[in-house]
Structures are given as structure tokens and as C-alpha cells.
């Protein structure tokens, strides 16, 4: 499996606020339209018919915080904090970034105490975002060394159905180095698994299942707070999801030879898990970064059909019943949690024959006439589920 030599790509949402600077920027000639290439040969595999546009010569970007860039002079808010750790490392090292003090801290009491959790919310706030912080909202990762790119940063415009104006996406390029136990161990193919709790199951070749679950958080009355409160809590619970997700990113690219995931489809997902696992970075990390590190690392991966993977029986091939966490198969009597099973059949069905394609798009097997979509689109399809809490 050879390198795929196109950078690594992250789409960040542009702040409603700032979509007239973008407009701005477009009309001033400082933002580029440029051409898709043809699928078979693109490197901007963002999100399908969307308007693209490239920084002119005279608009470089510069990040100033984990949610303001300025382009071409002109300051644009956008989540930029939803990157993976090395992404987001490689950004503060190559910025002036500005940043909350006391993360560390407060990261911990939102895991312990909502008063204190609050009383650190409305402490750092006060204190504003100052410069030479740790990078304590993202773990240094043992794995991988992000280069960022700023001349190859991308400016997305989709339309997507019932939204009254198209949604605006920041894309970020970085060239990831692999720099973790070469070779990498490939000890047994495995198949996903994601949900929320347990957020991923992994299952292996060899028979061995692992669970992973989200490290639980305080709830906090959220009207309560400031916007700025709000925003930070926000980018702490992302981080908190982020580590955890990564935990599981991390084990696959040490351990796996061939990883299997699910194809991404938000149909009959809940719109409340769906508005859930992006809060919490499990979107993110699942359907667009795990992707591309495994990818980084030379490690195959493949998504495969998951319909019905958590109620098929993984030794018979029955349909059987799911009562919350457990399977049961009517045919074989065999009995196990539904996540388990959901990772088995993953992975049964991606070494029957998953389809990897080359360019970053993944076609799931059993369905080879429908059009594949990629994870870009569908996971900014995301967006125009009702009840995101956009702001
Ligand atoms: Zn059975």
C-alpha cells in the first residue's frame, strides 16, 4: 500500500459572523475560485460540489487563537480547534497563538466538580486568551509530527438543502510524519465499531475485543453561561473527546494491519447523537482523521457496508434481536454486546471484501454501483441537521 502523496486536509466551519469577510476577500480578488479536479485525480477531496477558492499571493492566513485566523488583513472566526492534536501542535508552533491560561486545570475540574468547573470558566474568561501557553487543550502525539501548510490553505462554500445560506469551511493542509514504532506492529486486521458509550469497540482478527469509553464530564447549565463561557466549554469538551478518541487512533495505527470502519451514513443516525459525537470530537476523529493517519502510516483502510452490523449474528449470519446493549440470535442462542457484534461484522465483511480506493474515497463493499460518497461529504452533511447549536 503505497503513501498517498496529497497533504492531509481538515475542514474547519467558518463562523456565520465572518461569512462577509469571506465575501470580501472573494470580491477584493484575495480569495481564488479555482477548478475541481476530476475525482479520479484529486487532491482537494473536500466536500463534493462545493465553490473552491485559494488564497492570492497577497491574503496569507495567519491563526491568532483556536477560534480567529486573519486573511488577507481581514479577521475570520472559525472552530479551530476541532484538529487533531498534531494538526493543532503544528499550528501553534507556527503562529503567535493566543490561548485561555489555566486549561490544564480546568480540563481536570470539568471532570470532577461543576461549581468548580464554572468558577474556572468565568476565571479564565476574565483573564482573556494571552500568549505562551502550553498546548494543554491537545495532547503531543507519540505517533505523528504535523507540518502545516498555510499557501495551501482552501476556502469552501457548499450549498446544502434547507439551509438558507451555504455553509463556509476553512480547509487546512498538513504533511504528517509517521514517527512512531517503524514498522508499525500489524498484529491483526480490526473492525470499528463507533457509538458513544462504549465510543468505539474495536474487534481483532485474532478474536480479541476492546472497548473504549468517554471519560465522563460534569454537566454544566449552559444558558447560564457567557458566550465566551460557552465557547470555552465547548472547545474543553471537544478536547476531552479528542483525547479519548485518539486513544483508540493511537492503538489502531501501533497494532492493526488493516483497519475496517463503517461507512459514514447520517440517515437514521439520531440527530442528538449526531450533534453529540461532533461535540465531543468522535465525528472528527472517526470519519476524517483516523482516515488520513492511517493512511500516513502506510496502514490499509477500508469502510465497509455497516447495515444491520449490530443485529446480524457474527457466527451464524441471523438476523437477531437487540435490546440495548445486548444481542441475542435466535437461530444459534448466541448472546453478546451489540457493540462487540457490530465490530465482528465489520470486520467479517471488510476481509470478505471491502473496497479501498485510492484517492481518499471509500466505496463500501456489496454496493459497487451506488456512488461512493466521501467522508468530507457526508460528515459536513452533518451540518444541516437541525438542533446542532450552530453559532
Ligand atoms: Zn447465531
Known amino acids: 500500500m503505497s503513501r498517498r502523496m496529497y497533504p492531509d486536509q481538515h475542514n474547519i466551519q467558518i463562523s456565520t459572523v465572518s461569512y462577509p469577510a469571506v465575501r470580501q476577500l472573494i470580491a477584493q480578488g484575495q480569495l481564488i475560485p479555482i477548478d475541481r479536479a476530476p475525482e479520479s485525480d484529486n487532491p482537494i477531496k473536500g466536500l463534493t460540489d462545493a465553490e473552491l477558492y485559494v488564497l492570492a499571493a497577497d491574503a496569507p492566513i495567519e491563526i491568532l487563537s483556536d477560534v480567529a485566523c486573519v486573511i488577507g488583513g481581514l479577521p475570520v472566526q472559525a472552530k479551530l ?27 481536570a475540574t470539568l471532570r470532577t466538580s461543576a461549581t468548580s468547573a464554572l468558577e474556572g470558566l468565568r476565571r479564565a474568561v476574565q483573564q482573556g486568551r494571552q500568549p505562551g501557553q502550553l498546548v494543554a487543550a491537545a495532547q503531543e502525539s507519540a505517533q505523528f509530527v504535523s507540518c502545516w501548510m498555510p499557501d495551501q490553505t482552501v476556502v469552501q462554500i457548499k450549498s446544502l438543502p434547507k439551509r438558507a445560506e451555504p455553509d463556509v469551511f476553512l480547509t487546512l493542509a498538513f504533511r504528517a510524519a509517521f514517527t512512531g514504532v517503524f514498522p508499525p506492529r500489524r498484529e491483526a486486521a480490526m473492525g470499528l465499531d463507533v457509538g458513544l458509550q462504549p465510543h468505539t469497540v474495536v474487534a481483532r482478527e485474532d478474536g480479541q475485543v476492546r472497548h473504549y469509553h468517554l471519560s465522563p464530564l460534569v454537566r454544566l447549565p449552559t444558558r447560564s453561561l457567557s458566550s465566551a463561557e460557552r465557547e470555552l466549554h465547548e472547545i474543553l469538551q471537544y478536547a476531552q473527546g479528542r483525547e479519548d ?139 444541516h441537521f437541525p438542533g446542532l447549536g450552530r453559532r
Request: aromatic residues 10%.
Open 81 to 107: 480547534y476541532a484538529l487533531p492534536s498534531p494538526a493543532y501542535h503544528a499550528v501553534v508552533r507556527a503562529n503567535p497563538f493566543t490561548q485561555y491560561p489555566g486549561i490544564a486545570e480546568l480540563r
Open 245 to 383: 478518541s485518539e486513544v483508540v487512533v493511537a492503538y489502531l495505527i501501533g497494532h492493526a494491519s488493516h483497519i475496517y470502519a463503517e461507512v459514514l451514513e447520517h440517515r437514521g443516525m439520531s440527530t442528538k447523537y449526531i450533534a453529540r459525537s461532533r461535540q465531543l470530537a468522535l465525528q472528527d476523529a472517526f470519519y476524517s482523521h483516523l482516515s488520513q493517519y492511517a493512511n500516513a502510516a502506510g496502514i490499509p483502510f477500508t469502510r465497509v457496508d455497516a447495515h444491520h452490523s449490530s443485529t446480524t449474528c457474527p457466527d451464524c449470519e441471523t438476523r437477531g434481536e437487540r435490546d440495548r446493549d445486548i444481542f441475542r440470535c435466535p437461530a444459534c442462542g448466541l448472546q453478546r454486546n451489540a457493540h462487540e457484534v457490530g465490530a465482528l461484522n465489520v470486520l467479517a465483511r471488510g476481509l470478505k471484501g471491502g473496497v479501498h480506493l485510492r484517492t481518499g474515497r471509500w466505496r463500501a463493499s456489496g454496493q459497487p454501483r451506488r456512488p461512493a460518497r466521501d467522508d468530507f461529504a457526508e460528515w459536513a452533511d452533518a451540518y
